[in-house]
């Protein structure tokens, strides 16, 4: 999936791209103050490095279950105004959402 | 009556001794008692209540019997209830109201259970105290200056203070068990996928298990058995059929090998304790259980491990609370500053904190470091249970390292926080079945404090788990006839 | 002058489609996968993503995946799963969207396709895999109905969940014209499968595609990635004019930008749209919520027997066995219903090989292109939509018209009756005493009547006036009823008149 970049090298956590990442604006305070915190954290998962997993395969489920699956019938659907009801903007029976900038950033 | 347990409320129910309405009654007049001190509640289910409790007298004239008949519930506020307001303990859902049920919580209605309110918790069920609420502060009925513990703060203060006879929970690391331990009642943690996580808000959804709060082994047992099963609106939940627990319980635990894990070892926990915790190996071996030592070798990576996975998947889990289709929304210029400035209002700095670390985590660059090391750390902590399963058909230990802890005492370092969960984190990444019951008192100042022995079974082992805690329970009754001190006067 | 730098290059084209399947619900929820009606209408907790809902996958859609995967003759790998691909968009009901990253439900296969001109053509798949749809956002307050200029969208999730099919095709096309040949026969593949509508009008077919331009043996260019194109028209419009621009910027000096164009249908452009250089971080990782999947080799062998045959391997029997002329082909093959009934019907029918299945397939052919489509259309019908003119039934027609048993005008008689009444136009035939009159002796005796009692047709046709034979001709259908073969009659005529 993604290249194995050893966190010990080269600086942790950029608090400030990951908060833009996971849509969460931070004051410069919060900044300073998760990235410290963060930072803190991490020291201690670092722990996670020294073990040996070699030849050990990633737990893909805890319980082993495969093809969990439904069949392909119907069942019945929210009422439109129930789902539309917690809708913090609409207009008819639409969800409103102020202007989309760029195409999916 | 509100000192009654569940058990006995339903046989009085059933039996037409009681109506579920006068239990109700009588609920209430508690909760109204004692709720300014305790808080255990962001909101009431008075109405929902009223309507359940008659449909239960309904149904029992008619000659039915409901296995939890009229017992008073609290729920959890991560559990959707149709039609009440279900705040998972946070600002971003402070208004919502949940269009449906969760399968957990409407097996317990359709059983006879009567809801009295939605439980407090840290918000998403992220923390070790209740503190990380966003809308209301619980306090431990055993001494109102301390915490309940968390993240099921409200449901165990809530039962401990007999406020309701029965609290549903969620465990994810230990949040069943950690704040059972320090409101000294029972909290279970199920084997993962034991129970359906249909309408639980999810917070780390490989962790996630909804389980039991009750005063007594027995309770829990019954509350348990009517939770579990198969649901088809959950893909994760096993198809295996439930043995029933409540008619298993035993009263000793004559050829049941105990295992004591040598990772956790409690002379580090200061005198009092690790005197508490040997009283309570010796009452096993005293109940004719054979005590052996088993290793968990992989048990101090136990958090680094939980606190990525964990974060991880909350960070994913957590992204549909956008501001477009429910909750809070905090206007933007444009769209994506929208969602920015509605997340930032809404979640508190614990839940902010998780996010960051679990999109770290999963982010490009870091996946194979992070998140895949850590799902392969949990691989070889599965297989300790195993291993450690082979010698031995529970295991004991403690269900956290202190008693309650005074607010605001871990400061702002987060990792504080965070080792309140060493014991109990492990069970959760192996999925296995562990359970908190009192295990008798430690002094702190003028406070008596309970303290919670944690047993743990095996996969699918439910029924030898409850059996082994009821053996112990009855034996030693810690909490059976004792109320928290700050209920006395207020009766 | 740049006509030698223009030919020097050939384009790359690597096109990724996206099917909505068809299917009674959504991917991963009960609610109805259907196609327009009112907006925000079929809804749950789990395709809204409200707080606590959980996945459960489609069985159904997981089955018509991998007849695709069958079908294109792609590899079906033993282990399966889903994960969850993280964005925020408002047309994302839980800001990430359930697909499959790294463990595909096929991998490989090709698609083989004809172009125009009968030619055969091919082009790798490097995979297909299953995901769910987005909602879809409308919006508004700018002038065209685009997301520049607008000042807020709305949206609608009926849409959000349903099951989609991502197929992603290797680089291997060079021509806009392959381009849509492919397209084409991905199509049909699916159609013929019947599992998506594959409509490009209704959004059940989408495209996007990626162009580059190189010279012959170097590597591969830089790709501009080519969005919008709402028809196979646009496509090849599309193309051709990418193909064209990006020519003309190399010719220039310049260098082509890796970037996202959108096509203007209006002004028949692409133009850049402008997004951010660097690629989204999608966080991939398996859901947490959905168990893996085993597609264990009964399994597969039972969807495999399910597949039937595609329209290219139509393609090739109609024409090598069946000799079909490319027009036929075409017309056929574009139909799947079609396809199957003149399968049907040619399987079914006698036990003719060689030359003679070809002219059986080739009368077949006539009659289900000629007057049962044009029966068909009249009514306003479908093949497969009537239940009257059975497979078998247009094989006896077939062999009966063959065979010159009945004259071609009761042959149309028949056909009219059973595409009314149903049956079997052999029975009939026997039951109603309609067959034609080839006996030459008995035909030729008619004749010698004929020719007896109109003398004066005898004598204008000897005076040079063609039209007294078809006179002639007439008379003796008509003396016999319509049952005598009217070549025969003419043949006969024609001898005893000019004395041969």
């Known amino acids: 999936m993604s290249s194995d970049s050893s966190p010990a090298a080269g600086g942790g956590i950029d608090v400030t791209y990951v908060a833009r990442l996971a849509r969460l604006e931070l004051s410069p305070e919060e900044a300073a103050l998760y990235q410290r915190q963060l930072d803190n954290v991490l020291e201690h998962v670092a722990l996670l490095q020294n073990l040996d997993v070699s030849g050990v395969a990633p737990t893909a489920q805890v319980v082993p279950l495969t093809?969990?699956?439904?069949?392909d019938e119907y069942r019945p659907s929210l009422d439109r105004s129930q789902a539309l009801a917690g809708a913090p903007s609409r207009e008819g029976a639409y969800f409103a959402v102020p202007q989309i900038m760029e195409e999916q950033a | 009556m509100i000192e009654r347990s569940a058990t006995e409320i339903a046989a009085a129910v059933n039996g037409r001794q009681a109506s579920a309405v006068e239990v109700l009654d009588a609920q209430l007049a508690q909760v109204e008692r004692v709720e300014p001190s305790i808080g255990a509640f962001l909101s009431a289910t008075a109405d929902l209540a009223r309507r359940q409790a008659l449909l239960v007298d309904e149904a029992v004239a008619a000659g039915r019997r409901l296995p939890l008949a009229g017992v008073p519930l609290a729920v959890k506020d991560n559990m959707c209830l149709s039609g009440t307001v279900t705040t998972a303990g946070s600002r971003?859902?402070?208004?919502?109201?949940?269009?449906?049920?969760?399968?957990?919580?409407?097996?317990?209605?359709?059983?006879?259970?009567?809801?009295?309110?939605?439980?407090?918790?840290?918000?998403?069920a992220m923390g070790s105290s209740c503190e990380n609420s966003a809308l209301g502060v619980t306090r431990n009925p055993w001494d109102l200056r301390r915490v309940p513990g968390g993240s099921s703060g409200g449901s165990v203060a809530a039962v401990a203070a007999r406020e309701a006879a029965l609290a549903t929970a969620s465990d994810t690391g230990g949040s069943i068990r950690e704040p059972a331990a320090f409101c000294g009642v029972v909290g279970m943690k199920p084997t993962y996928g034991r129970v359906s996580r249909y309408g639980l808000i999810a917070f780390a959804s490989s962790l996630d298990q909804i389980g039991p709060i009750a005063r007594t082994v027995e309770d829990a047992a019954a509350m348990y058995d009517v939770m579990a099963g198969h649901d088809p609106m959950d893909a994760t939940s096993l198809p295996r059929p439930v043995e029933p627990t409540a008619t298993a319980l035993?009263?000793?635990?004559?050829?049941?090998?105990v295992g004591l894990v040598r990772e956790f070892d409690t002379k580090g926990l200061g005198q009092e304790i690790d005197a508490l915790y040997r009283r309570a190996y010796e009452k096993l071996a005293a109940l004719g259980a054979e005590v052996v030592e088993v290793a968990l070798p992989h048990a101090e990576y136990g958090l680094a491990t939980y606190y990525l996975i964990a974060p991880a998947e909350a960070s994913s889990n957590l992204a549909r609370f956008d501001g477009v289709r429910y909750g809070l929304r905090v206007e933007g210029a444009n769209v994506q500053e929208m969602y920015a400035k509605t997340r930032a209002a809404g979640f508190g700095p614990e839940v902010k904190r998780r996010i960051l670390i679990g999109t770290y985590a999963l982010s490009s660059g870091y996946y194979d470091a992070y998140y895949v090391r850590a799902q392969k750390a949990r691989t070889l902590m599965a297989a300790d249970f195993e291993q450690a399963f082979a010698q031995c058909d529970l295991i004991a230990c403690p269900a956290a390292s202190s008693a309650a802890f005074e607010f605001g005492a871990k400061g702002d370092d987060p990792v504080a926080m965070y080792l309140m969960d060493f014991y109990t984190i492990p069970m959760s990444l192996a999925g296995v079945p562990a359970l908190s019951v009192p295990c008798g008192f430690v002094r702190d100042g003028e406070s008596e404090l309970p303290m919670g022995l944690q047993l743990v079974a095996p996969l699918y082992q439910e029924a030898r788990l409850f059996a082994a805690a009821h053996a112990y329970e009855q034996a030693t009754r810690f909490t059976l006839d004792r109320a928290p001190a700050s209920l006395e006067g207020v009766r | 002058m740049t006509t030698m730098v223009e030919q020097a290059y050939e384009a790359v084209i690597g096109i990724e489609c996206h099917v909505e399947l068809k299917t009674n619900s959504k991917m991963f929820c009960g609610c109805r996968n259907e196609f327009g009606g009112e907006p925000n209408r079929h809804l749950c907790p789990v395709c809204l993503g409200l707080p606590g809902a959980l996945p459960v996958p489609n069985r159904v859609a997981i089955e018509h995946v991998v007849r695709a995967g069958l079908a294109l003759d792609a590899a079906i790998p033993a282990h399966s799963k889903f994960d969850r691909k993280n964005y925020f968009y408002p047309d994302m009901p839980k800001d990430y969207q359930i697909s499959q990253f790294d463990m595909p439900l096929v991998s490989g296969g090709v698609v083989r396709f004809r172009r125009a001109d009968g030619s055969e053509g091919s082009c790798r798949l490097t995979r297909i895999h299953l995901e769910e749809d987005t909602g879809k956002s409308s919006h508004m307050g700018s002038r065209d109905g685009r997301i520049a200029g607008s000042t807020r969208s709305l949206v609608d999730f009926n849409r959000a969940g349903v099951p989609l099919m991502e197929v992603v095709a290797e680089p291997d096309l060079r021509t806009p014209e392959d381009a849509v040949a492919f397209l084409e026969y991905?199509?049909?593949?699916?159609?013929?499968?019947?599992?998506?509508?594959?409509?490009?009008?209704?959004?059940?077919?989408?495209?996007?595609?990626?162009?580059?331009?190189?010279?012959?043996?170097?590597?591969?260019?830089?790709?501009?990635?080519?969005?919008?194109?709402?028809?196979?028209?646009?496509?090849?419009?599309?193309?051709?004019?990418?193909?064209?621009?990006?020519?003309?910027?190399?010719?220039?000096?310049?260098?082509?930008?890796?970037?996202?164009r959108g096509w203007d249908e209006v002004e028949g452009v692409t133009h850049s749209m402008r997004s951010k250089e660097q690629a989204h971080d999608y966080r991939y990782f398996p859901d947490p919520d959905l168990v893996p999947l085993a597609l264990d080799a009964a399994w597969v062998q039972e969807l495999r027997s399910t597949v039937g045959f595609t329209p290219i391997a139509a393609y090739d029997r109609l024409q090598r066995d069946y000799r079909l002329s490319p027009a036929q082909i075409r017309q056929i093959v574009d139909d799947p219903d079609l396809a199957r009934f003149l399968s049907a019907t040619i399987e079914g029918g006698a036990a003719a090989s060689g030359e003679g299945i070809a002219a059986y397939a080739q009368a077949v052919a006539n009659w289900l292109l000629g007057d049962v489509s044009r029966i068909l259309n009249e009514r306003g019908i479908s093949i497969a939509g009537q239940d009257r003119l059975t497979p078998a039934a247009l094989g006896e027609l077939a062999e009966l018209s063959i065979g010159g048993a009945v004259t071609s005008k009761t042959a149309k008689e028949l056909l009219e009756h059973v595409m009314s009444e149903g049956g079997s136009p052999k029975e009939i035939v026997v039951?109603?005493?309609?067959?034609?009159?080839?006996?030459?002796?008995?035909?030729?005796?008619?004749?010698?009547?004929?020719?007896?009692?109109?003398?004066?047709?005898?004598?204008?046709?000897?005076?040079?006036?063609?039209?007294?034979?078809?006179?002639?001709?007439?008379?003796?259908?008509?003396?016999?009823?319509?049952?005598?073969?009217?070549?025969?009659?003419?043949?006969l005529l024609r001898d005893r008149l000019t004395g041969s």
Not at chain 3, 196 to 203: N, Q, R, T
Not at chain 3, 241 to 254: K, P
Not at chain 3, 444 to 471: P, R
Not at chain 3, 473 to 489: D, E, I, L, R, Y
Request: aromatic share 6%; with cysteine.
């Open chain 3, 431 to 491: 039951r109603e005493g309609l067959a034609q009159l080839s006996d030459p002796t008995a035909v030729a005796a008619i004749v010698d009547e004929v020719l007896a009692a109109n003398a004066k047709s005898v004598a204008d046709f000897k005076a040079g006036k063609e039209n007294a034979l078809k006179a002639l001709v007439g008379q003796v259908m008509k003396t016999s009823k319509g049952k005598a073969n009217p070549q025969m009659a003419e043949r």
């Open chain 3, 186 to 260: 991905l199509r049909l593949t699916f159609l013929y499968l019947d599992i998506s509508d594959v409509k490009m009008e209704e959004g059940s077919l989408r495209c996007d595609a990626n162009v580059s331009i190189r010279k012959p043996g170097e590597p591969f260019g830089t790709k501009a990635e080519i969005k919008n194109m709402n028809s196979f028209r646009s496509v090849y419009r599309a193309l051709q004019y990418e193909i064209e621009r990006q020519r003309r910027v190399l010719a220039e000096g310049g260098r082509i930008v890796q970037e996202t």
């Open chain 2, 92 to 124: 971003i859902l402070e208004h919502w109201v949940a269009p449906y049920t969760a399968t957990a919580v409407q097996r317990l209605l359709d059983a006879g259970c009567v809801p009295v309110g939605k439980a407090n918790l840290d918000e998403f």
């Open chain 2, 250 to 257: 035993r009263g000793d635990l004559r050829g049941v090998r």
């Open chain 1, 67 to 71: 093809n969990v699956l439904r069949e």
